[in-house]
């Protein structure tokens, strides 16, 4: 059973940078398609950033330039580094874990099976 548990939400300023964390047990990351999603207060569910198993990475627009995603195989952690942080980005934010092999769909929430709890974002202007 794969179990995945983010971390390191914080509140910042506008222009500020935060990294998330999500420490992944049950399965080694790099055999898992990963993802991290958001849901602002109101708002559908989105997704940010998703790494395939083989390392192939998609962003939605939004962040494109802006967040990174990335794994540590050896922490079996992902990543999520996120600069040049904006109001708009607050929300709750999702790491997601499954394991297909995920090619196109690493921005879609029904591609994913396992979630965690959600870490929250709260950018200030």
């Known amino acids: 059973q794969v179990q995945v548990k983010e971390s390191g939400g914080d509140s910042v300023q506008a222009g500020g940078s935060l990294r998330l964390s999500c420490v992944v047990t049950g399965n080694i990351i790099n055999a898992l398609s990963m993802g991290w999603f958001r849901q602002a207060p109101g708002k559908r569910r989105e997704g940010v950033a998703g790494?395939?198993?083989?390392?192939?990475?998609q962003y939605d627009h939004s962040v494109m330039g802006r967040f990174t995603i990335s794994r540590d195989n050896a922490k079996n952690t992902l990543y999520l580094t996120m600069n040049s942080l904006q109001p708009e980005d607050t929300a709750i934010y999702y790491c997601a874990a499954d394991p297909s092999t995920v090619v196109a769909g690493l921005l879609h929430d029904v591609t994913f099976e396992y979630w965690g709890q959600g870490t929250q974002v709260t950018v200030s202007s």
């Open positions: 790494i395939s198993a083989n390392g192939n990475t």
